[in-house]
């Protein structure tokens, strides 16, 4: 399972984010703790020219971004341009506008990804949607996620995450497999409670079931394990050491 690459999502640091050097300092501890891969999202002013350099500078390779659903809408063309720039594999949406979690608008949003995904296949760019608990949600007998993958082209594919997927009611390796083939990226971030409430956690600090989730990614063909923490408990670069660590014992990395 060790040819699938760990990737970091930078937005779990993004606290070290408050400047081009904070960032270029930043991305400099991600290199040493031992990632090679990033998705990028939370660089807040950096340009796009500056988060290549400083990426390239720490021989930090690019797999894709976080690029908002309006910039999809508003300008697909510098969403592919931005992505060349990176030299990033896949561009992807992290979520909606409220208005559009409605039954229709969820429908819509199939069509429209479809259309985008073919899109930027044409550029030779990769397109995915990641998913938060609101894709659980039931309209009639189907989830948001059953009309988003359903209803859409299977170039369209899905950056599950396992936290929110759990935190939705659902079985991380049950939707990896429903999705066998188009979860080029999963997300990975633990489940733990704490004080009776569930919380993020690093990876192998949780509850999920790791071995089963790996297998599951192996089997649908996924490439990149990115790590991700939305809210840490502990210093976000502690964190994202932890979970290294952690997946280095598991023989991920």
């Given amino acids: 399972m060790a040819d699938m690459k760990v990737a970091l999502q930078v937005y779990t640091i993004r606290d070290h984010f408050t400047d081009f050097d904070g960032f270029a300092a930043a991305m400099k501890q991600v290199r040493e703790i031992g990632y090679q891969y990033v998705e990028l999202a939370g660089v807040g002013a950096v340009s796009y020219e500056h988060q290549k350099k400083v990426c390239d500078d720490n021989g930090l390779t690019i797999i894709g971004t976080h690029a908002g659903y309006g910039a999809f809408v ?19 949406i992290p979520g909606l506008p409220h208005e559009l979690c409605t039954a229709e608008g969820y429908a819509q949003v199939a069509k429209q990804m479809s259309e985008w995904a073919d899109q ?53 390796v049950a939707w990896i497999r429903k999705l066998s083939g188009r979860v080029p990226v999963l997300h990975l971030k633990d489940y733990a409670i704490i004080e009776h409430e569930p919380t993020f956690a690093e990876v192998g600090e949780g509850n999920l079931e790791w071995g089963d989730i790996f297998a599951a990614a192996q089997d649908a063909g996924t490439k990149y394990l990115g790590v991700e923490e939305d809210r840490c408990t502990r210093p976000s670069m502690e964190s994202i050491a932890i979970s290294f660590r952690n997946l280095q014992a598991m023989g991920m990395c």
């Fill in 74 to 92: 508003e300008d697909l063309d510098a969403v592919v341009a931005n992505h060349q720039l990176l030299g990033a594999e896949f561009a992807i």
């Fill in 120 to 172: 930027l296949a044409e550029q030779g760019l990769g397109f995915a949607y990641h998913n938060h608990h609101m894709e659980f949600q039931k309209f009639g007998d189907r989830l948001a996620m059953e009309i988003l993958f359903e209803d859409s082209s299977p170039s369209v594919g899905s950056e599950l995450d396992t936290y929110w997927v759990q935190y939705g009611g659902g079985s991380p």
